[in-house]
Each structure stands twice: as structure tokens, then as C-alpha cells.
């Protein structure tokens, strides 16, 4: 079973800033012989008022190792998203999948060989208020980062 040999394990919590404070949740990353095991529970997304319309969030693994900022960008110490191979968006080693908001929840999984534990433990994982565009350089058009965790051990 290719779950079974897990080698290292990491975790992020995650808070909401200013403007959504309320958001809080887990991410979780287990590796694997084969990849890191990438697995988030997120509450108190924004949601839409339009029942047609969900919500979708950029998600990505950021290159900095604090959840500061400033008045402009409270979360401008997370930097860009992590870029372990020099390649372009939406190939980063940080690039993940987008999180869909479910009445203000959202839970994700994905299997992912582009790091290992060790390429992001300090590293902060970032939400976004805008889907990623998956084309945009040099990091997919996301918007603003609304919540942060740091990633340890």
C-alpha cells in the first residue's frame, strides 16, 4: 500500500488575519516512499451570497517563515510562493490545489512529489481570497492572503 511507509510528518495551523479572523484550521503533510501527503480542514471561510457560486481560495506553500506583514500586506513576510526548481507558475514546488469553500468549510487531500518535509518545515502555508488562475506569473492572480500557518514539525 503506498501509504504505509510514512517517513516524516509536519503541520501547520492556520489563523484568519484581520479581515477574516475567524478562519482557523489544520493542514497536515506526511510523506511518503511515494510523495508528501498534503491533507487540509479549513473553517470559517468566507462565503458567497450567490448560490450558484461557490468560493474558491488560492492555496500555496510560501518561501518565507513568518505570518507578519505590514498595514499594506499583513502576511508579507510569507514571501513567494516556495520555488524549489526555478520553474514557473503554476509548477512551484509550492503550487498546491485550490480549496472550495462548503458553507464555510473546505477540506482538501492531495498526494504531491514536488518537495519532502524537510524542503518545508518553518515555511508558512497561505490562503488566498481569489482562486488561482493556474496561468498568471509569477504566482496565479490569487488576491489577498486572508490566513497563514507556519509549518513545523
Known sequence: ?????ILNKAIAHIKGGKKYPKIDGIVTFKETKNG????????????????????FFGFHIHEGNSCTGNNTDEFTNAKSHLNLTNCPHPF???D???LIENNGYAYMSVLIDKFKIKDIIGKVIIIHDL???FTTQPSGNSGTKIACGKIEK
Open 1 to 5: 500500500m503506498m501509504f504505509t511507509n
Open 36 to 55: 508528501v501527503l498534503v491533507a487540509a480542514k479549513i473553517n470559517n471561510l468566507p462565503q458567497s451570497d450567490n448560490a450558484c457560486k461557490g468560493r
Open 92 to 94: 512551484h514546488a509550492g
Open 96 to 98: 498546491l490545489p485550490p
Open 131 to 133: 482562486p488561482d488562475d
